[in-house]
């Protein structure tokens, strides 16, 4: 099975909806924007390799998934060969994260944390 994209817009107020997979599970996500401009995405549980494609304003200068810092990519191209889980596209104004797939059973929620 492919990765799946989830396109993002995170708001003050919150969002939240659910992905459905062809063998019926389902995939919730939730994403929201403090005042600070930090977002935050759940995934729960994360079934398999994600891309998140999340817009933002201001510039994301860092990311988190779990607690950890994700190494930033230098450019595109880097992000497309997979060499780095992190990008900034200032120019379109998006942050892209991937999530590897489990490594066993989905289970919990994945937090990804971006930063401006």
Sequence with gaps: MGALTLVVYPAAAGSEFSVSEADDTHTLVHASQDVTSAMTIDLTPVRRRTVLRVRA??????AARGGVTITPATDCAAFDAGTADFFYDVSARVARVRIPAPTGPPAGTTRIALTP
């Design 57 to 62: 304003d201001m510039r994301v200068t860092g």
